[in-house]
């Protein structure tokens, strides 16, 4: 087994023609995992339809490869983060349409799809790292146990499934606490630039709305722009697919949403198929950024992660 990880900290979608995509397409995988999108919602240009392109386009050129691609769509990042209503909300808003155009492009390109907002381990403290966004080790097992699931019902994944247990110890409170204070600060303030006005803008917006009863019409909004980059990314001609002799993919976990068309789905709800949860989410764990994917491709060669 070879595995490459292409992850960068941070990444956006816009990120991955500009290096990660070419890069992974050189290798050749069998197996590429992409999950990226949850960046953009905490960012002032958030633009869905630039977002649904660029997913459109990684996958296009992962799968005319012949690689397998693992998927997951992912939790709100309010909600993990803890806050308050008025500045969460949008972000689930966000967080919802990127979801949406993930499961439409995971049947268009058959991926191997783990429906991680969905997931009952997603309100599991020891689940998540110190930054409340990204996984802990356990976290990131719980996952690879998911993908080698689906991964092993068409003979992808030969051998056992990673243990659920961490082989490491917990980081200690005191490197929880340098973190915060070295790159979880540094972090918090580019977000006060690039980000919180943006919010604080959406914010009083949704205040407003909400005075006069009408935040049903944001969600509208949110839905008829996800729907229009849909169309548009849908209508593009899709890419033919390189003849590896391997399965084909197309597997899902048992809580992926449906959809009547394997090409345009129903967006007349799109948000219908994603469960409220509750706001407030803890955490007492560091992540182990890739490993992860190493226990979930113990028995496929050429897994190549490319995240953000």
Same mark, same amino acid.
């Given at each position: 087994?070879?595995?490459?990880?292409? #992850?960068?900290?941070?990444?956006?979608?816009?990120?991955?023609?500009?290096?990660?995509?070419?890069?992974?397409?050189?290798?050749?995988?069998?197996?590429?995992?992409?999950?990226?999108?949850?960046? %953009?919602?905490?960012?002032?240009?958030?633009?869905? &339809?630039?977002?649904?392109?660029?997913? %459109?386009?990684?996958?296009?050129?992962?799968?005319?490869?012949?690689? /397998?691609?693992? /998927?997951?769509?992912?939790?709100?990042?309010?909600?993990?983060?803890?806050? +308050?209503?008025?500045?969460?909300?949008?972000?689930?808003?966000?967080?919802?349409?990127?979801?949406?155009?993930?499961?439409?492009?995971?049947?268009?390109?058959?991926?191997?799809?783990?429906?991680?907002?969905?997931?009952?381990?997603?309100?599991?403290? &020891?689940?998540?790292?110190?930054?409340?966004?990204?996984?802990?080790?356990?976290?990131?097992?719980?996952?690879?146990?998911?993908?080698?699931?689906?991964?092993?019902? *068409?003979?992808? #994944?030969?051998?056992?499934?990673?243990?659920?247990? +961490?082989?490491? +110890?917990?980081?200690?409170? =005191?490197?929880?606490?340098?973190?915060?204070?070295?790159?979880?600060?540094?972090?918090?303030?580019?977000?006060?630039?690039?980000?919180?006005?943006?919010?604080?803008?959406?914010?009083?917006?949704?205040? =407003?709305?909400?005075? &006069?009863?009408?935040?049903?019409?944001?969600?509208?909004?949110?839905?008829? *722009?996800?729907?229009?980059?849909?169309?548009?990314?849908?209508?593009?001609?899709? +890419?033919?697919?390189? %003849?590896?002799?391997?399965?084909?993919?197309?597997?899902?976990?048992?809580?992926?949403?449906?959809?009547?068309?394997?090409?345009?789905? %129903?967006?007349? *709800?799109?948000?219908?198929?994603?469960?409220? &949860?509750?706001?407030?989410?803890?955490?007492?764990?560091?992540?182990?950024?890739?490993?992860?994917?190493?226990?979930?491709?113990?028995?496929?060669?050429? /897994? /190549?992660?490319?995240?953000?």
């Amino acid at each position: 087994m070879e595995l490459h990880n292409l #992850a960068v900290s941070g990444a956006l979608t816009g990120d991955l023609p500009l290096g990660q995509l070419a890069a992974a397409c050189d290798l050749g995988p069998q197996l590429a995992a992409l999950v990226v999108g949850a960046n %953009d919602t905490l960012r002032a240009g958030y633009d869905i &339809r630039t977002i649904t392109v660029n997913l %459109d386009a990684a996958l296009a050129a992962l799968t005319a490869q012949g690689a /397998t691609v693992l /998927t997951a769509c992912l939790p709100d990042p309010g909600r993990m983060l803890g806050l +308050p209503g008025p500045l969460a909300r949008p972000l689930a808003r966000r967080m919802r349409s990127v979801n949406e155009v993930v499961h439409a492009l995971d049947r268009r390109y058959g991926t191997v799809h783990v429906h991680i907002a969905g997931s009952e381990w997603v309100d599991d403290p &020891r689940m998540w790292s110190v930054d409340r966004l990204h996984p802990s080790e356990r976290g990131h097992r719980a996952l690879a146990r998911q993908f080698h699931q689906l991964l092993r019902a *068409d003979g992808t #994944a030969l051998g056992p499934p990673p243990g659920a247990e +961490p082989q490491g +110890p917990p980081p200690t409170r =005191g490197a929880q606490t340098r973190w915060m204070a070295t790159k979880g600060t540094a972090w918090v303030v580019d977000r006060c630039t690039d980000l919180l006005p943006e919010l604080l803008r959406l914010a009083l917006t949704e205040a =407003g709305h909400r005075r &006069r009863g009408e935040t049903a019409e944001l969600d509208r909004r949110a839905a008829a *722009d996800t729907a229009a980059a849909l169309r548009a990314a849908l209508e593009r001609p899709r +890419p033919g697919r390189r %003849d590896t002799g391997r399965p084909g993919p197309g597997r899902y976990g048992s809580d992926r949403p449906g959809g009547p068309s394997p090409d345009l789905p %129903d967006l007349a *709800d799109p948000w219908a198929a994603q469960p409220a &949860r509750p706001a407030a989410v803890t955490t007492n764990r560091a992540g182990v950024p890739g490993r992860a994917w190493a226990a979930a491709a113990r028995s496929a060669a050429g /897994t /190549t992660p490319t995240t953000g």
